[in-house]
């Protein structure tokens, strides 16, 4: 099965950006992602392709009843 690289699909448009460093304390929307991603504890995708709402630094509120749609990065406090 050949792997769909949604970076590529929507190229140039800023929701799949793919960052040169980390952006702390900036917010960010799920599929974007930087070089110092790193993967929660309980990802459950086989290859999330360092998107930050796999990120372990990334702030969604996941744990709370509601999850927020663009999160804040926790680059590096976490």
């Known amino acids: 099965m ?4 949604l970076r590529t699909i929507y190229k140039g448009q800023p929701e799949y950006e793919l960052f040169p460093a ?5 917010s960010v929307w799920p599929h974007q992602g930087c070089p110092c991603w790193t993967a929660r504890r309980y990802t459950l995708l086989a290859n999330p392709d ?3 709402w796999c990120c372990a630094f990334a702030d969604f509120h996941l744990g709370q009843d509601k999850a927020l ?3 804040i990065c926790q680059y590096p406090k976490k």
């Open 2 to 5: 050949e792997k769909i690289d």
């Open 22 to 26: 980390p952006k702390p304390g900036e």
């Open 50 to 52: 360092h998107e930050c």
């Open 69 to 71: 749609e663009v999160g």
